[in-house]
């Protein structure tokens, strides 16, 4: 099954899409489309986060989206916006310095506060909600939390609120962890809506925004001009191209392929939501409202969500097919968070890829041999909420003659998965099972 055709099967029952009906809906790219400052590939967050910034500078904009708006990982998440990046500071720092690690800490704070900037300044209803826990489920995981917490204190000036086990209950209704901290700052959304309500706020500064258009060629004009070309044959000219993809990026852009597609690799995550709960009973789950998040390699996050359901995520495969008795496996997850969830029925189950990067860190920069020309955003590993929308924003200050920023994300070094395009799943999967057994013992 193609990557594409198993995103939309993964999408069928989720949650979001059952409940924010479409209000608005985009036409194809047709014939001839002429031409434009910047030609935007992706109707996700990043995408739709870089067209605004754009507009806003005043660039002639298209954006192109292979299926619908948000229909890929930043319509179906889990919703949790969160500061900082996947990978730990650490790695950053010793590529970089601990200087320009401080600058992109930084800079993902800024990410959230965009989050709630864009949504007072284009009244967009996503049912924003402040705060999010870090929770660890052994004693061993608590002394790495402490250790993670008290190094972004001290060294990034971000402290967060230390939880002992004790204490534990008026936070997190669950037996299961031992310690937690919490960041006030961070948060959690509906990503549909939010993502649906840039796309109005876009096509409102006056983007063009086509749906269903697969872009399938990227090509030089021997002009000034690049030429994008759909699967029906639509032609659309610009001056620079964005291609904000995610993990489709190496299926619409052989060049891509070529030179940076083994840095990322798709991998599967999956979400379950119950029923809706009385208020106080969906309450009563997480006292404080926040987004959790363990500290496990594989790891679970969940939420409760505004109409009162809990919304609970994990596990991850690395195949384009739906795992058998997903429903059933991901239950059992929940119910050993919640036991007390077990009278409530589970309503949907989803899943969607996310583009991992070898050290979880994000991978921007531009293609090779069209300097300033075309850029690329991929790797956001799973944190990408937040930083998608940051992202967007860097790249746009890039277009715009300030790269400053940008390349300090561009300067990170990625190396591909081992074992190439046939043996980098096992290769993963091995790791991948190394990495559960010491989240177990």
């Not at 409940?19 to 910047?38: E, I």
């Not at 954006?63 to 889990?78: F, P, Q, T, V």
């Not at 800079?107 to 870090?134: H, K, N, P, Y």
Request: glycine fraction near 10%; charged fraction near 20%.
């Amino acid at each position: 099954m193609a990557l594409l055709d198993a995103d939309r099967e993964l999408a069928r029952d989720g949650l979001y899409a059952a409940t924010s009906p479409r209000v608005d809906s985009f036409d194809a790219l047709l014939g001839d489309a002429g031409t434009c400052d910047v030609a935007v590939v992706g109707g996700g967050l990043a995408g739709l986060s870089a067209a605004i910034e754009l507009r806003q500078r005043g660039f002639d904009v298209a954006l192109l989206e292979a299926a619908r708006i948000g229909s890929g990982a930043s319509g179906r998440n889990g919703g949790q916006a969160l500061r900082g990046l996947a990978c730990d500071p650490t790695t950053i720092e010793a590529q970089l310095g601990l200087d320009e690690a401080r600058r992109i800490d930084a800079m993902t704070s800024e990410a959230v506060v965009l989050i709630r900037q864009r949504c007072a300044e284009f009244s967009i209803d996503c049912e924003w909600r402040g705060g999010a826990l870090s929770v660890a489920t052994s004693e061993r995981k608590a002394r790495q939390l402490r250790s993670d917490s008290d190094h972004l204190a001290q060294c990034y000036g971000r402290p967060t609120r230390w939880i002992e086990r004790a204490a534990l209950p008026q936070w997190i209704a669950s037996r299961r962890y031992v310690a937690a901290t919490h960041d006030p700052e961070a948060g959690h959304l509906n990503p549909l809506k939010y993502c649906r309500g840039l796309a109005r706020a876009a096509a409102g500064l006056g983007v063009r925004l086509h749906e269903r258009s697969v872009v399938t060629h990227c090509e030089e004009t021997g002009a000034a001009l690049l030429q994008l070309r759909t699967e029906s044959g639509a032609v659309l000219r610009a001056g620079q191209v964005l291609l904000a993809g995610n993990v489709h990026l190496p299926l619409l852009a052989p060049a891509l392929a070529a030179q940076i597609g083994s840095r990322v690799m798709p991998v599967g995550t999956y979400v379950v939501a119950t029923e809706p709960m009385p208020a106080a009973e969906a309450q009563a789950l997480i006292p404080c409202g926040a987004a959790v998040c363990d500290n496990n390699v594989v790891l679970d996050y969940f939420r409760v969500t505004a109409d009162h359901r809990m919304l609970f995520g994990g596990g991850v495969s690395y195949s384009a097919r739906t795992p058998t008795g997903l429903t059933a496996s991901m239950g059992r997850r929940m119910l050993a968070v919640f036991p007390q969830l077990a009278r409530r029925s589970i309503e949907h189950t989803w899943g969607g890829f996310v583009d991992i990067s070898m050290n979880r860190a994000p991978d921007f920069g531009r293609l090779a041999g069209r300097p300033g020309r075309v850029y690329y955003l991929q790797g956001f590993s799973g944190h990408g909420v937040a930083l998608t929308g940051l992202a967007g924003r860097l790249v746009a200050e890039a277009m715009a003659g300030d790269a400053s920023r940008f390349d300090t994300f561009a300067r990170l070094r990625h190396r591909p998965f081992p074992g190439g395009p046939a043996w980098r799943t096992p290769a993963l999967v091995l790791g991948m099972a190394y990495y559960r057994l010491k989240d177990l013992f």
